[in-house]
């Protein structure tokens, strides 16, 4: 299987370790950070569950299904990978719910617990989320002594903000599909459809600007013409590389930025402009997408820096742990300390 995310350059060095990445579930463990309590009544049910070996999509059609709804009426802050043990918030849309026994629910899903339920006055949605807890076990590693030198790099400078292999499907097949919409100019009233190929769309072309930045060297340094944003993510772009600027950005008070292209023109100038433009321009079928969907232009800092990371070595397993805000991917994290050696793993219906 290619790696798609070889394409993009490494902040570290190619790494040369190699390893084993949720050789079983329990070795990718995720715990949902919502950031806000619930008010303990209204017209949603709020259901925490674990589940193993699932997709959150399968989990929440079956529980529509247990309540009695239908399919629309459940919702969540974030997806969640299948091959992993994660807990999640789900809401439900249900008025009674006193002679639901998710006691049953668990008996014929196995791989699903019910943790809590309580009530909320407001649905769950996408970008409720505030971030995720990770804990991550890599096996089989080699050379442990490298990736323990580059995990202390990674705490200090960070890796890159890249969206991860997940976002471009199997072997890239969301990009093709993109491109092949842009080209043929696709039409459809599935939403999440087509959100699903502009987020490829937009994703590809951001990585790669951010790759030629560390390529050329201006991955940590402002250039002329960048935009910076602050920690309120309020937009900072006069006098980016002067040095009371470059300071900010050492001390984590400003980041810099790269276009999530839009239909509209690059805010960028100078060197920054030649650094992202030239990304677009090397995509037309992806921006024929992007512009026939009116998308906006946005920006997204470059740098991810992992919180509270921790990490321990026992032989040739690997503890990692740490938090990300939402919207970041804990693999790209891991793709800068080893090569990750495929695991095989039976797929269904489910994935």
């Not at 589940?51 to 247990?66: I, S």
């Not at 202390?152 to 991860?164: C, R, S």
């Not at 040095?243 to 810099?256: A, D």
């Amino acid at each position: 299987m290619s790696d798609i995310m070889s394409n993009f350059s490494w902040l570290y060095g190619k790494p040369v370790a190699t390893g084993k990445l949720k050789q079983l579930p329990e070795h990718f463990i995720v715990k949902e950070i919502l950031g806000f309590e619930f008010t303990g009544s209204g017209e949603h049910l709020m259901v925490k569950i674990r589940k193993t070996g699932e997709n959150t999509k399968y989990v929440a059609n079956e529980l529509a299904k247990f309540c009695g709804v239908k399919s629309k009426n459940v919702s969540w802050a974030g997806l969640k990978d299948r091959h992993a043990v994660t807990e999640q918030w789900l809401s439900v849309q249900v008025a009674n719910s006193d002679e639901l026994n998710f006691a049953k629910f668990e008996a014929t899903h196995p791989g699903v617990e019910i943790l809590e339920v309580t009530r909320h006055n407001k649905k769950l949605r996408p970008g409720d989320l505030q971030g995720n807890q990770f804990q991550v076990i890599a096996t089989e590693v080699t050379d442990i002594e490298d990736v323990l030198g580059r995990l202390e790099k990674v705490k200090l400078t960070g890796v890159p903000n890249y969206f991860g292999s997940q976002r471009f499907g199997h072997e890239g097949n969301n990009v093709n599909e993109a491109r092949r919409w842009g080209r043929d100019n696709v039409r459809t009233r599935d939403n999440s459809k087509r959100s699903f190929y502009l987020s490829a769309a937009r994703s590809w072309i951001f990585n790669h600007i951010v790759s030629q930045r560390i390529t050329e060297g201006y991955f940590s340094q402002p250039v002329d013409g960048d935009i910076l944003l602050d920690r309120n993510d309020r937009i900072v772009n006069e006098n980016v590389t002067s040095e009371e600027c470059i300071q900010k950005i050492q001390n984590g008070e400003l980041s810099i930025t790269a276009a999530l292209a839009g239909d509209n023109q690059l805010p960028t100038t100078g060197k920054a402009l030649t650094l992202e433009q030239p990304h677009l321009d090397a995509e037309p079928d992806l921006m024929a997408l992007i512009r026939g969907n009116r998308m906006r232009h946005e920006r997204r800092v470059i740098e991810l820096h992992p919180e509270n990371l921790t990490w321990s070595a026992e032989g040739d397993t690997l503890t990692l742990n740490f938090s990300l805000t939402s919207g970041s991917f804990a693999t790209v994290i891991v793709r800068e300390l080893l090569q990750e050696i495929e695991v095989e793993r039976t797929y269904s219906s489910n994935d």
